[in-house]
């Protein structure tokens, strides 16, 4: 079972329209679809595809469309009742294909909703479970409430996996007793927490996943490190791999890294090593890129064979997260072709070298 949050959830509603918008006109839709949606949703839609039980919390009440939505998807809704309906996000598409969107800010929850929010998290999952904390915090949430139920679940024995940005992924980090077990930031999110450029992080993966390596080296268990076209890294205690994802026609990147994550999961889950956890990843990701809106993928949508994951070394991996730099280990070595942890070398450069494991595919079109 694997146990999601979603803190700030929304309705995505997408109309369909039959001529180009123009300012102060009346439209028609000719379809209108809704979807449940927000971060965590879309976890547990992935995982629920694959047959999996997910159970996703979060504020809305009974009869809310969300719920709704969720139960239809064949995830379980575990709502903590609001007294409003949820905000709803509006996606026009013209007929040459432009998409405009609008997008509503939530509102602010009523007092307790987020302590009982807490209080079903641990209530509805177990020792061991994974539980996924993920996307924007609601209106009004204070910015280290996903700092605090990190340490409140790790406590309780839950495995802890944080998808956010800004400044509450940053507070996530902070406490170094309570990290989170896998943290799933893309290269502007890790920028932001260790302050390196995040242009140069997207421009070289092997860089990128250095970097990464400085989180492990921190305390935090793993990080799955996601990198749109180019793939994704993976840096445990244990080693470091980069993947590739197969030749896909992209349609959607919307929920790409939702998917990554469930399928990290999921692997997980199957007891998998961590080059096929990241395999799973990078598949669950791209094919998620080549589903339109935020389609998760099903099983038939999967191309494990086309990508690539690569060991590569790095070694003097010096932790560094802005605000928990008082470390007591001065240095770490990661390093998958020796198998071998620990070790140090600090402050010297991150030395990274990398052998193909399998065969390279083309690359990606790219977007
Ligand atoms: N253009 C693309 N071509 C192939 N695969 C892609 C593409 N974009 C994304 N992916 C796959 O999806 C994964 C996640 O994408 P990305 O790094 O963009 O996540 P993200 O920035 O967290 O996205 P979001 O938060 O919007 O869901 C990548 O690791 C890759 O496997
Ligand atoms: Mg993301």
Same mark, same amino acid.
């Given at each position: ?26 439209f ?14 879309? !976890? @547990?839609?992935?995982?629920?595809? %694959?047959?999996?039980? *997910?159970?996703?919390?979060?504020? &809305?009440?009974?009869? $809310? /469309? #969300? ?14 009742p ?12 013209e007929?040459d ?14 007092a ?47 495995? !802890? @996996?944080?998808?956010?940005?800004? %400044?509450?992924?940053? *507070?996530?980090?902070?406490?170094? &007793?309570?990290?989170? $077990? /896998? #943290? ?19 421009a ?47 349609r ?7 998917a ?27 094919? *998620? ?54 070790g ?19 690359p990606?079109?790219?977007?």
């Amino acid at each position: 079972m694997i146990v999601t949050l979603t803190a700030n959830p929304s309705v995505d509603r997408t109309m369909q329209l039959d001529a180009p918008i123009v300012r102060g006109d009346v439209f028609r839709a000719t379809s209108v679809g809704d979807e449940a949606g927000g971060k965590g949703v879309n !976890v @547990a839609r992935a995982v629920a595809h %694959a047959g999996v039980p *997910a159970l996703a919390v979060l504020p &809305a009440d009974d009869d $809310d /469309l #969300l719920v709704k939505g969720l139960a239809d998807a064949g995830v379980l809704p575990v709502n903590v009742p609001t007294g409003r309906p949820s905000r709803v996000n509006i996606t026009v598409t013209e007929p040459d294909g432009t998409t405009t969107k609008f997008n509503d800010p939530g509102h602010e929850l009523r007092a307790g909703v987020l302590a009982e929010v807490a209080d079903r998290l641990l209530a509805r999952s177990h020792a061991g479970d994974w539980v996924v904390l993920s996307g924007s915090l609601p209106p009004g949430a204070p910015v280290d409430w996903y700092a605090d139920l990190t340490a409140e679940l790790k406590r309780a024995g839950r495995r !802890v @996996a944080v998808d956010t940005s800004g %400044a509450p992924l940053v *507070a996530t980090v902070r406490d170094r &007793a309570f990290l989170p $077990d /896998l #943290l799933k930031p893309n290269a502007e999110e890790l920028a932001s927490l260790t302050g390196d450029d995040e242009a140069a992080l997207e421009a070289d993966p092997q860089t990128a996943a250095a970097v990464a390596a400085r989180l492990v080296a921190d305390g935090i268990g793993s990080v799955l490190l996601t990198l749109g076209s180019a793939g994704a890294a993976l840096v445990t205690a244990d080693g470091a791999w980069l993947a590739s994802p197969p030749a896909i026609a992209l349609r959607s990147t919307v929920g790409a890294g939702d998917a990554s994550l469930a399928g990290y999961l999921l692997a997980d889950l199957q007891g998998l090593d961590a080059p096929d956890r990241l395999r799973e990843a990078v598949a669950y990701g791209a094919a *998620a890129a080549s589903l339109p809106g935020s389609t998760m993928p099903r099983e038939g949508d999967l191309q494990r064979a086309g990508v690539t994951v690569t060991p590569i070394s790095i070694t003097g991996t010096t932790p560094s997260i802005t605000g928990i730099t008082e470390s007591t280990t001065s240095g770490t070595t990661i390093g998958t072709a020796s198998g071998t942890s620990g070790g140090t070398s600090p402050g010297a450069p991150a030395a990274l070298a990398g052998t193909p494991t399998t065969q390279r595919t083309p690359p990606p079109a790219a977007g």
